[in-house]
C-alpha cells in the first residue's frame, strides 16, 4: 500500500509596526576598536543617543576599548 502526505502553508497577511510601550531595561555594552585615548562625545542605537552621563566625558582606554 502507498502512504502519501502533504502541507500547504500560506501567508495571508502581514502587518508591521513600532511598539508603543517598551519596558526599560538596563543593557551593558562595551565598544572596541577605538584609538588608545579617544574621547566619544556621542553614543546613536538606531538613530537615539543613548550616550551616558551626558556632559561627562567618555575616554577610551590604551587598548581603544
Known amino acids: 500500500m ?29 565598544i572596541r576598536g577605538l584609538k588608545p585615548n579617544e574621547i566619544i562625545t556621542k553614543i546613536e542605537f538606531d538613530g537615539i543617543d543613548i550616550t551616558l552621563n551626558a556632559g561627562e566625558e567618555i575616554i577610551a582606554d590604551d587598548h581603544g576599548v
Not at 508591521?16 to 517598551?22: K, Q
Open 2 to 30: 502507498y502512504d502519501s502526505s502533504s502541507s500547504y502553508e500560506s501567508l495571508v497577511s502581514s502587518e508591521r509596526r513600532s511598539a508603543e510601550f517598551m519596558r526599560q531595561t538596563t543593557q551593558q555594552f562595551e
